[in-house]
């Protein structure tokens, strides 16, 4: 549990931050909460160079509006999602997630943008992050990308940012009237990690109907990912009982489930449905105004 | 409790434990705490193969890293440290000790290969990555029912196959009784193999000094003087030059009732270099290499009558013992079988246990050793028999149990049963729990539509503790006590028993200070320190307090008795009319005839006017030896909600009655109830070291290896009823496993009883999500797996 020898850099400032990396490339490792990469790096399963230490970017901690928008700078710690009133009456799905986020320790010190940079198969905000329809955003000395949610997570530990990538925010789109949202997960019995979690957000129209659906699914396959087979099944349909389990069984169409000593692929796949219909449940009664 | 439980002004009180306070400050001192001038750090470089023979080792690089001090491996410590030592002997069983460093070949993942010592541990971890090790894998077994059949790879060589013993116990007339029986009932059961997973894991500090060729240990050890002999064994050094000290402990579960190759590698190492050479076990090492638990196997008949009564048992037991022997391995099972019948009749039994090598990491004692496996093994196989007959599981129970006034009662296994009620345990539980509203709120939802499933499961057991007599013991029974009244009046105990986490510098002290008449605060409590505590056994099986607080009330008695007859002599007062209480010496006859408790310390150190025939000082020492073991006994009932879509249990209540003889401080035994129930959850629903067939262990972290969380408990309500000893004067039986020992079955139970309209009959521990949901949709077969009620 000794990590092998690094570099130590805590730059003040994102051009700072910016140009360590554009040097040391391949070599540079950002650190955040350091709640990911510090396990990786006690066990040498990764060994950078140098460690770049952008927790001391203040400018990178905010939760604000802006144009519209909720903007979350990437060094918000989950408990400061988890306690932020803005996030509670605009985007209430947020906090919810955070909050199931490990434990009071790994919420003080675990980042927003370290859990998305970081992109773990069982990570909780990539759910709603998904659900969101949320933009992340990526600076380099070279200018800054916006790149959409649901294009962000390519594969296992792999997403859409590039190295001498920052991610430095995520923008959420507010929701209109009538919209509900939330996030339901199964625990991995030992990290408490999501081993099948499900984020949904619905927008009720007349007549009751569902207006527009998003459905994040995490911890089933080696990225997450948007339950389209499901969302398409939901579209201007009522939301009966039935209809939500017939959709929720198809959050994993297409998909191949992980499967390892805590679940197989199988049981991955069932957990995923009941989760996702129980997702779907709770925010059709938000958006209809109800507790759940 | 003849004499305590007069003047209790401490015993029986739910006195906080004097240890906490230094505890929650953070200024008390485990091993790595401990800082030496010229410390150095060792690292143990370990096989990743379950099975190879080792072609050559090239420590070269490592060698010329920076900081590098020494590396040794197996041909280097040749002849220099003995094997691990195995303190169990079963006749006829193949020997499989353990050299300190593999020799030849790696017989497991995890198993010591080189021992790299450096400047310090960031030095010490590069190095260790240089050291280049050429294996040559070789077949492995895993499985230990297929490590017995014929063609199986064999774990050692020099063993025609891999059955490391069979042992055999028979009691009554067991063909008879199977053949008077109205039906046989048969249960096949597993019960996993677990990781200790102690808060702290072992840490070792060794120092040697030449000029008094003198070996200091520090290690985290349940058994520091077992330890201490051990090691100079293994060293062929002399016993009077090397010094053990435990200094404080965080937790051991049998996982440090032990003697391990680094504790033997750390003292030899410091007396080559001649610097002190500290060793800190890493998570994923205690994983690899700590002992392991449990992992048996059970083929049970149950002869019975129509009725409910059990005639006989037969059981044969398959126990995985791992790669090599530990300390006690191949002794543990043997509980197993001694146990069998637990609290029931049952006048005819036979038990074989096949003990079965495997490439993995030993088994060895593991909080309750032996007792757990055979109280689940035979609680499931009740609830069979309930379920079977469609008798309660609370009636079968008590239509079994011998009654109170069968006791002593002797077991077909060979046992004398010192004293128990376990109608009033059970009956107990039965009213707490409010078992027949539980019924019917259990059959109202079995008849509502919304698929509920909830489950109430039973666990009895009795529990073979406080061990033991010296006959039935591998090296002795018996516990010490050293009590020493100081000139100042303080008193100064020390044990034998080498408590880590129990509390015992509590209860000891509590008992200490109601037989002097002094406070608690005047009492400290020694143990640990092989320099300065007496020879002793250490602290395990449930022993402490009744084995090592008797040794201490009898020396107390000794120091008593001394103390009254100086102030009878002083008072003119016969001293079987004085009495000590609130730091005086008074007279029952004349209360005016008095003296403080001081001036007869006082008077026994000037020994100016002793009586004739007494001694000056007030120092007295006992070594204990108990006539048998005790029997703490219970009935727990919990309760549990199934989700019948996922699987998920949500354990909702848990009541626990259990009987420890007298009690000494209800707090501590709260604690260790509470403590044992969980680790019982741990089992019953989430923990289990998974290796795959190569020998990985796949379940090699915490993040992979689920132990129960707060949030995954209900409170657990513990209640008791007390039925003391007539085996010590304390009338104080055991209460450290019984939690582990009553709970697994209970909480097991409880999910089998909610499937059971489904049909389900048995889904191996721990009950996961997914083995439970798959025994639902099994049984079930619907295509949206939600339940189809069966009839
Ligand atoms: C005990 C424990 C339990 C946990 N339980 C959960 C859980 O239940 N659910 C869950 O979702 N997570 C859980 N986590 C993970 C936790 O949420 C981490 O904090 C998070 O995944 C990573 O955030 P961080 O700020 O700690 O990132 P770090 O560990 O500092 O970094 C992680 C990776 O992201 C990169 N990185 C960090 N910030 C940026 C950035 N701004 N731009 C580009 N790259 C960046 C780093 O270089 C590194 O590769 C747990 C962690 C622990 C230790």
Redesign the interface.
């Known amino acids: 549990m000794i990590p092998a020898a690094f570099e130590y850099f805590a730059p003040k400032s994102l051009d700072e931050a910016l140009r360590l990396v554009a040097r040391h490339g391949d070599e540079a490792k950002l650190l955040a909460g350091g709640h990911s990469l510090l396990p990786l790096m006690k066990l040498r399963l990764s060994a950078p160079r140098y460690v770049v230490d952008i927790g001391r970017i203040r400018s990178l901690r905010s939760i604000r509006e802006e144009g519209g928008r909720i903007v979350i700078g990437a060094l918000a710690t989950h408990h400061d999602v988890e306690a932020s009133e803005l996030l509670r009456i605009t985007c209430p799905l947020l906090p919810e997630t955070a909050a199931e986020i490990g434990d009071v320790q790994v919420r003080n010190r675990g980042t927003v943008g370290g859990s998305l940079a970081h992109a773990d198969p069982a990570a909780d905000y990539p759910a709603a992050i998904l659900a969101l329809d949320a933009e992340i955003v990526a600076t380099s000395s070279s200018g800054t990308r916006v790149i959409p949610a649901a294009e962000y997570f390519v594969d296992l530990l792999t997403t859409q940012l590039r190295p001498g990538e920052i991610l430095t925010e995520v923008r959420i789109p507010r929701t209109g009237e009538n919209s509900g949202a939330a996030y339901r997960k199964l625990h991995q019995p030992a990290s408490h990690f999501a081993l099948a979690g499900a984020a949904a957000r619905v927008t009720l129209g007349p007549g009751e109907k569902i207006e527009s659906v998003a459905i994040g699914i995490t911890g089933v396959a080696v990225n997450a990912y948007r339950a389209t087979a499901a969302e398409q099944m939901l579209i201007g349909k009522k939301a009966a009982p039935k209809l939500l389990a017939e959709a929720a069984e198809k959050v994993t169409d297409g998909i191949d489930p992980l499967g390892d000593i805590h679940a197989s692929a199988a049981y991955r796949r069932a957990a995923a449905a009941v989760y996702a219909r129980r997702a779907l449940e709770a925010a059709i009664a938000r958006a209809g105004g109800k507790k759940a | 409790m003849a004499t305590a439980a007069k003047a209790t002004k401490y015993v029986g009180k739910p006195i906080k434990r004097k240890e906490d306070p230094r505890l929650v400050q953070g200024i008390a001192h485990y091993v790595d705490d401990l800082k030496l001038v010229g410390m150095l750090h060792m690292g143990i470089v370990r096989s990743p193969y379950a099975h190879a023979r080792i072609r050559s080792i090239d420590t070269t690089k490592a060698r010329s890293a920076p900081g590098v001090v020494s590396i040794v491996t197996a041909e280097d410590v040749d002849g220099a440290i003995g094997p691990v030592p195995c303190g169990a002997m079963i006749p006829d069983m193949k020997p499989a000790p353990r050299p300190v460093l593999a020799t030849g070949e790696a017989r497991f993942v995890g198993e010591g290969v080189a021992a790299v010592v450096a400047s310090d541990?960031?030095a010490?971890?590069?190095a260790m990555?240089l050291v280049e090790v050429d294996y040559e894998p070789l077949p492995v077994v895993v499985d230990p029912e297929k490590a017995l059949r014929k063609d199986s790879p064999r774990v050692h060589d020099v063993h025609a196959d891999n059955a490391a013993y069979r042992w055999e116990l028979e009691g009554g007339d067991i063909k008879k009784a199977f053949k008077q029986a109205d039906r046989v009932i048969k249960v096949h059961l597993t019960n996993q193999r677990l990781i200790p997973v102690a808060m702290e894991g072992r840490a070792v500090l060794a120092q040697y000094d030449r000029g008094d060729n003198r070996i200091t240990l520090w290690s985290a050890s349940q058994i520091p003087h077992i330890l201490r002999t051990q090691i100079a064994a293994m060293l062929n050094f002399p016993e009077y030059g090397v010094y053990v000290i435990v200094p404080e402990v965080g937790g051991g579960f049998g996982s440090k009732l032990n003697v391990y190759s680094e504790e033997a590698l750390a003292c030899y190492l410091a007396m080559k270099i001649e610097k002190p050479v500290k060793w800190t076990e890493?998570?994923?090492e205690n994983f690899l290499a700590t002992i392991h638990g449990r992992d048996q196997i059970a083929d049970m008949e149950f002869a019975v009558k129509r009725d409910g009564t059990v005639l006989g048992l037969r059981a044969h037991f398959i126990a995985d013992l791992g790669a090599y022997f530990q300390l006690l391995t191949p002794l543990i099972p043997t509980l197993t079988g001694l146990m069998c019948v637990g609290p029931y009749k049952i006048p005819n039994v036979r038990a074989e246990i096949t003990g079965v090598f495997t490439n993995k990491m030993s088994t060895d004692a593991y909080r309750g050793a032996g007792r757990p496996e055979a109280t689940y093994f035979l609680e499931r196989g009740m609830q069979a028999v309930a379920t079977e007959l469609k008798i309660d599981p609370a009636e079968l129970r008590r239509k079994n149990f011998p009654k109170a006034k069968e006791f002593p009662y002797a077991t077909a296994t060979g046992l004398i049963y010192d004293s128990a009620n376990y109608q009033g345990t059970l009956d107990l539980a039965l009213k707490k729990s409010e078992y027949k509203k539980l019924r019917r709120e259990q059959a109202a939802a079995r008849k509502s539509k919304t698929g509920r499933l909830m489950g109430i499961g039973l666990g009895s057991y009795v529990e073979i503790c406080a061990l033991g007599p010296s006959s039935a013991m591998p090296s002795g029974g018996w516990e010490s006590a050293t009590v020493r009244i100081e000139p100042t009046g303080r008193v100064r105990v020390l044990t034998g028993s080498s408590p880590h986490g129990q509390g015992e510098e509590t209860s000891f002290s509590q008992i200490a200070a109601d037989l002097l008449g002094v406070t608690m605060d005047d009492v400290i409590i020694v143990h640990g320190d092989t320099s300065a505590v007496p020879y002793g056994i250490g602290t395990f099986g449930s022993r402490s307090l009744a084995v090592g607080g008797t040794a201490m009330y009898r020396a107390i008695e000794k120091l008593r008795d001394k103390l009254l007859k100086i102030a009878g002599l002083v008072l003119s007062e016969d001293p079987a009319n004085l009495v000590l209480r609130n730091k005086q010496i008074v007279s029952k006859r004349d209360p005016k005839k008095s003296m403080s408790f001081a001036d007869a310390v006082g008077a026994a150190y000037t020994a100016k006017a002793l009586p004739p025939g007494v001694e000056p000082g007030l120092e007295a020492t006992h070594f204990y030896e108990p006539t048998n073991f005790t029997f703490s006994f219970g009935t727990h009932i919990a309760v549990v909600d199934v989700d019948p879509?996922?699987g998920?249990v949500k354990l909702r209540k848990y009541i626990a009655a259990d009987d420890c003889g007298n009690v000494i401080n209800p707090l501590l035994v709260e604690g260790q109830l509470q403590g044992g129930i969980v680790q019982s959850v741990g089992q019953a629903?989430?923990e289990e070291a998974?290796y795959d067939d190569q020998g990985q262990l796949?379940?090699g972290e915490?993040?992979?290896?689920?132990?129960p969380?707060a949030s995954?408990l209900p409170w657990i309500e513990t209640y008791n009823t007390v039925t003391p000893t007539p085996v010590n004067p304390l009338g104080a039986k055991g209460v450290g496993e019984a939690g582990t020992i009553g709970a697994t079955p209970t909480l097991v139970n409880a999910v089998l009883d909610a499937l059971a309209p489904l049909g389900v009959r048995n889904i191996d521990m721990p009950l996961?999500?997914?083995r439970v949901?798959?025994a639902i949709r099994e049984a079930t077969a619907g295509p949206?797996?939600r339940p189809r009620r069966a009839k």
């Open positions: 541990p960031y010490l971890q590069d990555e890493g998570r994923r879509e996922t998920d629903y989430f998974v796949l379940s915490l993040a992979d290896y689920a132990i969380r995954d996961k999500r997914e949901w798959k949206s797996g």
